[in-house]
């Protein structure tokens, strides 16, 4: 059984989702919980599968029993197996969150949405999992189509900002396509081990060169690295909120997931570092990326949209920590990857669980917020003192870990960047938290008394269980990074380092 | 020369082919005409790919009347690549798969707004 | 805006013709594609799958799981088109 996890854990939300409608032809109640128990066998899987890989290394399974370079394969390392629990267990706590808030926002299309969901949770799995690029293409094509159809039934602009997600999705994986076409005329393979052992022999050539650009200009549009993000703050805000929770988190460290493995598995690191120099460009932009993301977060009065660019700026960072290229940057990088997906989670589900009691997501209207919801706020706090870096969070850490390998790297400017984001971080959460804590709401000299009694007024207990999940997971990540460092991410560090 | 732009003029065609897909996508202002531009965009991958599959001297990749005979040899520069024709397949669906779910996009936008041209969408969003 | 996106998608398509100068020509039978992964699917498809049809050994076989994940695309498209026009279309109706 734990010889076949690698499969299981593609196979059961796909499979799943195939019955998800005939399910709820029959009964609508029944897919919430049908969803649930799927991603939860993933979700056991992929746990089985990173202590498989702690135990015994890389993990290699052949689909069909072909041989590699001409059938398919997985190849499952330290680095694809922290990705498979973080996408299974974020994607967990969403799909649990998801009942009341769907039911609130799309109550006729809960059905159809189940069934996508799993699919997008399926097409992340699938791109984390494979060892091939032209499979990589498909899967990203799954995740892209529900992603595009998830956002097209929010609010009232979601399906324009959808479209130009569309338009730029497609260019995006269009690139990537392009870029693998290129690689197989000058290698004939598209096994990425493969590639990566014919590759050192024709680092000198236009071709590979071409390929590399384009590739990363690809997975960049997904990623919403800085100047290709326009896409994602539209996107993001209008979705239900839900999909945004989902999306937020997953997609874009999905794509900075392929941006590591095309940086340093398909591609050696001396190729980006010595022959193209390319990783100080990708780190400059993500430099960039942190202050434009950061700035535009302080003139939203929509939290979502604050939200969404600040994926933006901390896309950024995990970009920075890459074009570092050595040991502490990318440790940061990866680091990052597992605190923004569990960071942005909290924020979006928060944020849902407001637009949920609210109707809204307003800053203004935030008055009084701490004494009505006390423990979601609370996780917003967390969420946001994570952001900003304050220790035992999470977010501390890994910006640790990003300004040492800038230090190390003799980049003085991006330590001031990084530093300076902390501060533009803390102007615009002080925002939301001064207006929700301690604005008094005016007040009302029509009735009696001078005090107004505010009553608790939590979100649901099916949303408020993933918002607290999430805010401990936060503090898990901090308090046991070291841990997690030493135990997975040392291994994902490649030797030259 | 001549050898050398007659071995690569055909890749040159597609690739402007895809800039003509890859123009009209961010420049024309109805999104009818933005789907468009991204099918042939897609469609000059796809011819890209095929063109990598040719070989001179080279036959589809089917093999005649080689049901039940022995210690058959095949020579390998007789047939085409079939490699690249499969993704292409794969990527034919994709395609299809996108424009589908565009167009049902398009055709919420112009429930909404009653127009597909971009100004005045955005007009009416204001 | 119209002159900068047509610099930009000309300067694309030059980068790319750049990458296509040392590309191995057209219909070259010693390019890495056709020598280095595809022989063994010409040359064995019979032994291996028994399918005379090369491109159908590979679709169904050799790279069966692609093919798995295409049919999911299909599925993804399908789902997702009914998940943005169902319910409008009877909204419409009763307006």
Known sequence: MTDQAPIIIIIIPLMFALITPLLGWIRKNLCYPWVLLSITISALSSFIILRTVLLRGVIHYRLGNWDPPWGIEYVIDHLNALMLVIITVISLIVAVYSKKSIQREIPDKIVYFYTIFLLQVTGYLGIVISGDLFNIYVFLEIASLAGYSLIAIGDERAPYASFRYVVMGTIGASFYLLSVGYIY????????????????????????????????????????????????????????????????????????????????????PEFIIDVISLNSFISWIGAVGVLVGSIFAIAQNNLKKMLSYSVVAQIGYIALGIGLANNYGLTGAVLHIVNEAFTKGCLFLVAGGIVYRLGGCNINDFKNLFRKMPFTMTAFTIGAFSLIGIPPTCGFFSKLYLILGSIEADQWIFVGVLLFSSILNVIYFFRVIQVAAFEKQMPDHSREGPYEAVVIDEVPLTMLIPIQVTALGILLCGIFSTEIISAVIKHVIPVSF | MIDFIIERYNFWIYIILMMIGLYAMITKRNLVKKVIGMNIFQTAIILFYISLASKRGGTLPILEHAHGEENLTVDVSNYINPLPHVLMLTAIVVMVATLGVALAILILIYRKYGTLEEDEILKKMQ | MKIVNLILVLCIGGFLIYGTLDMPGWGDPDSPASKHVSPRYIQKTIEETATPNMVTSILADYRGYDTMGETTVIFTAGMACILLLHGSIRKNRND
Do not use: C, E, Q
């Not at chain 1, 050192?200 to 960049?220: E, R």
């Not at chain 1, 703050?233 to 900075?256: Q, R």
């Open chain 1, 185 to 268: 005329s000058v290698t004939g393979s598209l096994n990425i081990a493969d590639v990566a052992r014919l590759l050192p022999d024709l680092y000198n050539s236009n071709v590979i060169l071409t390929a590399l650009v384009f590739m990363f200009a690809g997975i960049g549009i997904k990623m919403a690295v800085f100047p290709m993000h326009a896409w994602a703050p539209n996107a993001y805000t209008h979705a239900p909120s839900a999909v945004s929770a989902l999306m937020a988190p997953l997609m874009t460290k999905v794509a900075a997931y392929l941006m590591i493995r095309v940086s340093f598995t398909v591609f050696k």
